[in-house]
Antibody, heavy 118, light 107 residues
Framework: EVQLVESGGGLVKPGGSLRLSCAAS????????MNWVRQAPGKGLEWVSSISGSSNYIYYADSVKGRFTISRDNAKNSLYLQMNSLRAEDTAVYYC???????????WGRGTLVTVSS | DIQMTQSPSSLSASVGDRVTITCRASQTISSYLNWYQQKPGKAPKLLIY???SLQSGVPSGFSGSGSGTDFTLTISSLQPEDFATYYCQQSYSTPWTFGQGTKVEIK
C-alpha cells in the first residue's frame, strides 16, 4: 500500500525557514517523480514544485522560485522541501504526492500545516 | 501560464441526480486534464486522469470527457459520499494549474 507521510510543518515568523519532509513507502520511490502541492486555508490547490526520480528534472511555481528548494534522498525514500524567506502568503497545508499517468498526482499524503505569522 | 476555469463554482443537488461540472483551459491542453475530489480536512483524491481514464478504485459512476480546451466531469447518480469539492488540473505544461474548484452540496 502506498503511504506518504509529511512532517516538519509548524509556526514560523516571516523571513524564517522550514524544511518539510515526506516519507514514502509501499512503492519503488526512486522510480517516481514527486510533487509538492499546497492549499491555503479555505482556498484551492496550488502546485508548488516537482522533481523527477533521479532528480534530473526540477520545476517550481513562480511564487516560490528562488526561495524554495525541492530535493529527494532515494536511499531514505524521502522527499524534502526547504522553504526560505517565508511570507504570510506561504501559509498553507503542504501535500506531497506521487506523479502518475499523464503527470497526474495519483497518491497524496495527509499534509502538514505551515503557518507564517509574527 | 495556462488558466483553468471551472463552472459552476458551487451547486446543490440531490442524491440520485446526474451532475456535470465543466472545466475550460485558456489554451489547448490536448487531453492532459485530471480531476480530483476533496472532502473537508482530507487530501485530494485522483478520480480521472488524461481527461477520461478512470483511476483504479474509483466508482464507475464518475466519468470524464473532452479534449483541447473544454472538459467535463460527470457523476451519473450522485451518492451521499460524493458531496465534496472537485478540482480540474492541467498537466500539459508547467506550472501545473488547477481550477478554482466546484463545491457539490446537498439540496
Amino acid at each position: 500500500e502506498v503511504q506518504l507521510v509529511e512532517s516538519g510543518g509548524g509556526l514560523v515568523k516571516p523571513g524564517g525557514s522550514l524544511r518539510l519532509s515526506c516519507a514514502a513507502s509501499g512503492f519503488t520511490f526512486s522510480s517516481y517523480s514527486m510533487n509538492w502541492v499546497r492549499q491555503a486555508p479555505g482556498k484551492g490547490l496550488e502546485w508548488v514544485s516537482s522533481i523527477s526520480g533521479s532528480s534530473n528534472y526540477i520545476y517550481y511555481a513562480d511564487s516560490v522560485k528562488g526561495r524554495f528548494t525541492i530535493s529527494r534522498d532515494n536511499a531514505k525514500n524521502s522527499l524534502y522541501l526547504q522553504m526560505n524567506s517565508l511570507r504570510a502568503e506561504d501559509t498553507a497545508v503542504y501535500y506531497c504526492a506521487t506523479v502518475g499517468a499523464r503527470d497526474s498526482s495519483d497518491f497524496w499524503g495527509r499534509g502538514t500545516l505551515v503557518t507564517v505569522s509574527s | 501560464d495556462i488558466q483553468m476555469t471551472q463552472s459552476p463554482s458551487s451547486l446543490s443537488a440531490s442524491v440520485g441526480d446526474r451532475v456535470t461540472i465543466t472545466c475550460r483551459a485558456s489554451q489547448t491542453i490536448s487531453s492532459y486534464l485530471n480531476w480530483y475530489q476533496q472532502k473537508p480536512g482530507k487530501a485530494p483524491k485522483l478520480l480521472i486522469y488524461a481527461a477520461s481514464s478512470l483511476q483504479s478504485g474509483v466508482p464507475s459512476g464518475f466519468s470524464g470527457s473532452g479534449s483541447g480546451t473544454d472538459f467535463t466531469l460527470t457523476i451519473s447518480s450522485l451518492q451521499p459520499e460524493d458531496f465534496a469539492t472537485y478540482y480540474c488540473q492541467q498537466s500539459y505544461s508547467t506550472p501545473w494549474t488547477f481550477g478554482q474548484g466546484t463545491k457539490v452540496e446537498i439540496k
